[in-house]
């Protein structure tokens, strides 16, 4: 058997289209907008996407158009 085939390769590859499509959604909406000059101010600014605008602000369809914020104060609320 190729290693390709493997068990364990096959559940990684079960993973990554969650991951491919926020990393997708990461380089469109701030990434490939931007010029950094250095990996801090890269750091800096997708820190500042992630948790003010993504997790804050940004309304997510699998969340039934919530944040993951107002998610998650409604599912400890329950």
């Keep these: 058997m190729r290693f390709c085939e493997s068990v364990e390769v096959k559940s990684l590859r079960a ?5 491919e ?6 380089k469109t909406e701030l990434v490939n907008h931007r010029d950094y000059l ?3 101010q890269a750091k800096a600014d997708i820190f500042e996407y992630i948790e003010v605008f993504y997790n804050r ?7 039934g158009y919530m ?12």
């Design 57 to 63: 602000s940004r309304r997510h369809s699998g969340l």
């Design 67 to 78: 944040t993951p914020a107002q998610y998650e104060m409604v599912k400890m609320a329950a």
């Design 21 to 26: 499509s926020w990393f997708h959604t990461l």
């Design 38 to 40: 250095t990996r801090v």
């Design 15 to 19: 993973t990554r289209p969650p991951m």
